[in-house]
């Protein structure tokens, strides 16, 4: 898996928090998080009850990158689909490409089946937007300037 840099305008992140919403009205799930495969957050939505969402998406990315490799020991490109159930709450985590997954946090309100199912929608609805927003060409403007002479003077050596 190649890792790109991808730039999330304002009008993606729009689409995608629109998306999540849908998500979690139709699936009764309680949080959405959005999560690049090395463990970054990129978009969350939902409850929000003290949630550490930047730990859970570093542990999320790395489990499922953990069973990718379980995967490949059993012949599968990959294991789409990741359920850990809990007494009080449960986690689904799914694929939406080759570079983000969806983390999605549940009680008993709701069931496996309905998460599921409306993981798969939504994996596609934000993997259409995330494609469109790789595609875009990247704003080149403020990061390809040449230093100024006041950004580019001496470094600083300690006195002898």
């Known amino acids: 898996m190649k890792s790109r840099n ?6 993606d992140a729009a ?5 999540l919403t849908h998500f979690l009205g139709e699936s009764g799930a309680a949080e959405a998080l959005l999560i690049d495969r090395g463990g970054q957050l990129i978009a969350m939505d939902g409850d929000g009850q003290a949630l550490d969402a930047v730990s859970i998406s570093a542990l999320a990315a790395a489990a499922f990158s953990s069973t990718a490799a379980m995967a490949q020991l059993l012949g599968e490109p990959e ?5 850990h159930e809990g007494t009080k709450r449960s986690i689904h985590v799914s694929t939406v490409d080759d570079e983000t997954i969806l983390l999605a946090i549940f009680d008993e309100r709701t069931t496996v089946g309905m998460v599921r199912l ?4 939504a994996s596609r609805a934000v ?12 704003p080149q403007a403020e990061f390809a300037a040449p230093l100024s002479e006041a950004e580019s003077r001496s470094p600083w050596t300690p006195p002898s």
Request: charged share 20%; proline share 3%.
């Open 79 to 83: 294991f789409s689909v990741l359920f």
């Open 15 to 19: 689409r995608i928090h629109e998306i």
């Open 6 to 11: 991808t730039v999330i305008q304002q009008q």
């Open 118 to 121: 409306f993981a798969g929608e």
């Open 127 to 138: 993997g259409s937007v995330l494609g469109e927003a790789r595609t875009r060409p990247k």
